[in-house]
């Protein structure tokens, strides 16, 4: 086994060590802790964050990439790059159908000649997985899945009871935030993921796709991609939207100018224009230097990257006005004025005394932005200018899915799969969007 | 205001020759004109001279910005810069890889994108406005709580859903109007209404909740209590008082967009089968026909600067103590 760390892997940790990083050098910073805290007393706030905090579970496990050893004497690794999560999902990924079933269901979806000797005419085969453990025994079917389902259940609630004892220190650390909420979505989370867990044993929960992949699988892999895309183009165009903003509104004059002429020029292209000029040259750099890479996840991989490079500097221009705007509101008050009458250096007026105060709008626009770049995704890999296709995410999802809304009788489960997962997702980060904001805003409307 | 206006103008120039050259990086500098041929033409098995026929019949064999073999102005002139770049300023926008003009092409594909951009606009700032007042009037109820929710939802779903699904429930299902296609004339009007129903709604949920705080925001103002003292109605207060005051930022967001819906929409377009400009843009992204891309994005540039001036201008209507100088 090698591990395999894949640039995008490497920033996601990165980012997860900068949260953590940016959490500790918050909770020192007195008005960023109390904001901090109104947001953990918020019920919404921390269902909310609950629910996100498990989204980044998934996708950690599915960044830890490695490559299997080849059986054999020399030292050969496979092409293939799988992750902890592939690991942990090992069934789900192997036990794949010829094409389409329904969630749950015995029988293949599409009826097929069943026998050579023609004895039997047309009929809906058995699947090779779905169900597979109940033999010929089929009117067990539905009894099986209510057994499954109380068992899953119990496990759900019996790793949630563990959660509860584990979580008893933290409860008692902090007890004016609002555990009861996140616990109660701690509870729901465990139990359909209890089910689930213990239907998958036996059965394709979400049925499987055209080409009989379990679609619960495609869909906890989208999980990684949806929020490496959310996450690492915020990561990527902070720093500079950040450093050009605080310039702009603090050093004035033709810095300004030249700043302002720069946002406002790549602000009147039209983004998903841009975008799409940017990924059609990507492809072609990425086309034309196959030596580059040497697996087909590192591609994928590059590939994922460049698309968030590039929704980032398409959209780092509104934090960017923001931040001027502040910082030139900020530059006059008597605070700063005193720093520079005492002789402190630009740059450490800049670090130290108006970066802090300007935080809660770069907390705010993260928070913002995140949702809004996991739709998307979704739309731009429809439109063919989104991440690679072999890349598992929402977007490839229902791009592959959506002639069959039209099939008779239709198929719903994959379509359903990703607009469901994606929907809790951005719910998720929108509704903690709105806490945070409330919270750090000082002219917050209630 | 006349001197204001053509002062914007000249600030605007500098700005789309700012486009101009990032399109033209993007286009001819991180990619030289051999990759695109390679690209066209296929990776693999590709000989020097299929690339350079393919060079020659797009004009991409000449120098990029400076042509030492040209005589006089010819050095600046036949250089793909000029030729690609510099000609977009008169409008010229070349060639399509399938041989059509491109700006005869625009011409033909407006029409039907209008068609479907400008009710969407019209209606969707009406249903949106609409929607917002009503929860301002009902502010701090279940009510105006319960619209909140529906539109936090509502902006969570993806865009893809209402397409998919309006087309799935109302086509398939209810069979009440063509999936997709268009018509030219007044039988468009069945190719039509489900996009902008569609459009309408995936758009309502972000902006019906960003108008309600513009307007909650008016409401603590003193003028709104004075208004309310002098024991004018709610309605009265509402309709006259707020909604007046708080146009200026719900035109800021708003006018900007107006020339752009020229442009149309390139979901709703590819989904809809409607040919205009949207659906020409989508087709040239996957065709990977770079010409086309490159006029779209100085088109669209344009017309955003041309935004940001009506938008100015619309201040001027809104409220009469802004003054353009």
Redesign the interface.
């Known amino acids: 086994m090698k591990f395999v760390l894949l640039w995008s892997d490497a920033l996601f940790f990165l980012l997860v060590a900068v949260a953590i990083a940016g959490g500790i050098w918050a909770s020192r910073i007195e008005h960023l802790r109390l904001s901090w805290r109104k947001v953990g007393q918020s019920n919404v706030g921390m269902a909310a964050a609950t629910l996100l905090l498990a989204f980044v579970v998934v996708a950690l496990l599915d960044s830890l990439h490695y490559r299997e050893r080849l059986p054999g004497e020399q030292e050969a690794y496979a092409v293939e790059v799988r992750s902890a999560l592939d690991v942990v999902l090992t069934g789900l990924r192997t036990r794949t159908e010829k094409t389409y079933s329904a969630p749950l269901a015995t029988h293949s979806f599409a009826k097929e000649t069943l026998d050579a000797e023609g004895a039997g005419g047309r009929d809906f085969p058995r699947l090779k997985h779905g169900g597979s453990h109940l033999g010929e025994n089929l009117v067990a079917h539905e009894a099986d899945i209510v057994r499954k389902l109380v068992q899953g259940l119990g496990i759900g609630l019996a790793v949630w009871l563990a959660f509860w004892l584990a979580g008893a220190p933290l409860r008692r650390a902090a007890p004016h935030l609002a555990w009861s909420a996140a616990f109660v979505t701690l509870l729901l989370l465990c139990l359909a993921a209890g089910t689930v867990a213990s239907l998958a044993q036996g059965y394709h929960v979400l049925g499987t796709d055209k080409v009989g992949q379990d679609v619960l699988y495609l869909t906890l892999k989208s999980i990684r991609t949806g929020l490496l895309i959310g996450t690492l183009t915020t990561l990527i165009m902070l720093p500079a939207a950040v450093f050009l903003g605080l310039l702009a509104g603090y050093a004035g004059g033709w810095i300004d100018d030249v700043i302002q002429y720069l946002y406002t020029t790549l602000n009147s292209i039209p983004g998903v224009l841009l975008i799409a000029a940017a990924v059609l040259m990507m492809q072609v750099v990425i086309d034309t230097h196959p030596e580059w890479f040497a697996t087909s996840a590192e591609r994928a991989d590059a590939r994922l990257l460049a698309l968030c490079a590039i929704l980032g500097i398409t959209s780092w221009t509104g934090l960017c006005r923001l931040l001027r705007g502040e910082t030139l509101k900020l530059r006059e008050l008597e605070y700063v004025q005193a720093a520079q009458a005492l002789g402190v250096s630009g740059l450490r007026i800049l670090s130290r005394h108006i970066l802090p105060n300007v935080m809660h709008i770069v907390m705010i626009a993260i928070v913002m932005d995140f949702s809004g770049l996991v739709l998307a995704e979704a739309v731009l890999s429809y439109v063919g200018i989104g991440v690679d296709p072999n890349t598992i995410s929402f977007g490839t999802m229902i791009n592959t899915a959506r002639m069959e809304l039209a099939r008779e009788p239709m198929v719903w489960w994959s379509l359903a799969a990703a607009f469901v997962f994606m929907f809790v997702l951005v719910l998720a980060a929108n509704l903690f969007a709105d806490v945070v904001r409330d919270a750090f805003d000082p002219r917050a409307v209630k | 205001m006349l001197a204001y206006l053509i002062r914007r103008l000249f600030y605007a120039l500098?700005?789309l020759i700012?486009?101009n050259v990032?399109?033209f990086a993007?286009?001819f500098i991180?990619?030289t004109p051999d990759?695109?041929a390679?690209?066209q033409l296929g990776?693999k098995r590709v000989t020097p001279e299929a690339i350079e026929k393919w060079k020659v019949e797009r004009g991409y064999d000449k120098p990029l910005f400076w042509n030492t073999e040209a005589s006089g102005a010819g050095k600046a002139t036949e250089t793909i810069f000029f030729g690609k770049s510099v000609k977009m300023f008169a409008l010229d926008f070349g060639r399509a890889d399938d041989g059509r003009d491109i700006a005869r092409e625009i011409k033909l594909r407006m029409g039907p994108s209008l068609a479907v951009a400008v009710p969407v606009f019209v209606l969707g700032l009406f249903a949106a406005i609409s929607f917002a007042l009503l929860l301002v009037y009902f502010r701090a109820t279940y009510l105006d709580f319960a619209g909140v929710v529906l539109c936090?939802?509502m902006?969570?779903?993806?865009?893809?859903?209402y397409i998919?699904g309006g087309?799935?429930l109302v086509s398939?299902v209810w069979h009440l109007v063509p999936i997709s296609g268009y018509a030219e004339g007044l039988s468009a009007a069945k190719f039509i209404i489900l996009p902008v129903i569609v459009s309408v709604l995936a758009g309502i949920g972000s902006s019906a909740r960003w108008y309600r705080?513009i307007f909650?925001?008016e409401y603590?103002k003193d003028y709104v209590r004075t208004a309310r003292a002098k024991g004018l109605s709610e309605r009265f207060v509402l309709f006259r008082h707020v909604l007046r005051n708080a146009l200026i930022p719900i035109l800021t967001g708003a006018v900007v967009v107006i020339p752009?819906l020229f442009?149309g929409s390139?979901?709703i377009e590819?989904f809809f089968g409607i040919p205009g400009l949207g659906s020409y843009?989508?087709d040239a992204?996957?065709a990977?026909d770079?010409a086309v891309?490159?006029a779209?994005?100085f088109i669209?540039?344009a017309l955003?600067?041309v935004g940001l001036l009506l938008t100015d201008i619309s201040y001027t209507l809104a409220d009469p103590r802004i003054r353009l100088q």
């Open positions: 500098p700005i700012g486009v990032i399109t993007l286009f991180v990619n990759d695109m390679r690209m990776v936090v939802a902006m969570s779903i993806s865009g893809l859903f998919i087309q799935w398939k705080t909650l925001e603590t752009a442009m390139l979901l590819a843009t989508i992204i996957n990977q770079f891309v490159r779209m994005v669209g540039s955003y600067i």
